[in-house]
């Protein structure tokens, strides 16, 4: 099975500044997806971005970028201007051929005012 | 927009009883998920659906069953709840196109005394 690993148990950025999250993961395939998830205090979890393995161009949704580097099978979610509504539980995934998600540990970010 | 619901955001039960969580979407996703969610262990897969009456174990299926009659509704069903199975359960849909993410339901968080 794909092991998906988030290092950051917690992260804290002050509001407007910059953050990355780290994900890496583990896998035997050529083709997949990864996404990263938000899911604020008490509310239900959204999708923040998604990610093609086969496209090289990184996924940007407004304040939201990834580095994807399928070599070192690394995934990192960059947050440009924090705010305060973007304190929450990240969770890095990963898609498998076999329709399967795999999700990391976590990573819970506070933003600081 | 996609909406997953769940039948409970809280519920208390106790050791041996038989507890059922339900689970409806209303955009005709051709995959249901069930997972679980803990502290520090992320979400871990259940059992999921892709099809009426079709199901499939994931990583931590002992002490659960599921049942799909309708497209629209999966449920998980606990046969004899025990304490280790207090957990906040996370239901997720999809379609079937391979780029698009999980929708996810609220979350139940079931106690079990």
């Known amino acids: 099975a794909q092991t998906v690993t988030q290092s950051q148990p917690e992260m804290s950025v002050q509001e407007a500044e910059t953050v990355t999250l780290s994900c890496t993961y583990d896998?035997?395939?050529?083709?997949?997806?990864l996404f990263w998830y938000k899911q604020p205090p008490s509310r239900q979890m959204i999708l923040v971005i998604r990610q093609e393995a086969y496209k090289q161009q990184n996924a940007t949704e407004n304040r939201f970028s990834v580095n994807f580097q399928k070599a070192a099978k690394s995934f990192s979610l960059k947050i440009s201007d924090s705010q305060l509504g973007d304190a929450a539980m990240y969770f890095c995934a990963y898609r498998s051929i076999g329709n399967q998600f795999y999700f990391g540990t976590g990573t819970s970010l506070t933003v600081i005012p | 927009d996609v909406k997953v619901t769940q039948s409970s955001r809280y519920l208390v039960k106790r050791t041996g009883e038989k507890v059922f969580l339900e689970c409806v979407q209303d955009m005709d996703h051709e995959n249901m998920f069930w997972y679980r969610q803990d502290p520090g262990l992320g979400l871990r897969l259940i059992y999921f659906s892709y099809d009426v009456k079709m199901k499939e174990k994931g990583d931590i299926p002992e002490g659960y069953s599921v049942s799909r009659e309708k497209k629209e509704r999966f449920s998980l069903i606990l046969e004899s709840a025990s304490t280790n199975q207090t957990s906040m359960y996370l239901c997720?849909?999809?379609?079937?196109?391979?780029?698009?993410?999980?929708?996810f339901g609220p979350g139940t968080r079931l106690t079990v005394l």
């Open positions: 997720a849909s999809r379609s079937g196109q391979a780029y698009n993410e999980q929708f």
């Open positions: 896998t035997s395939e050529s083709d997949y997806y």
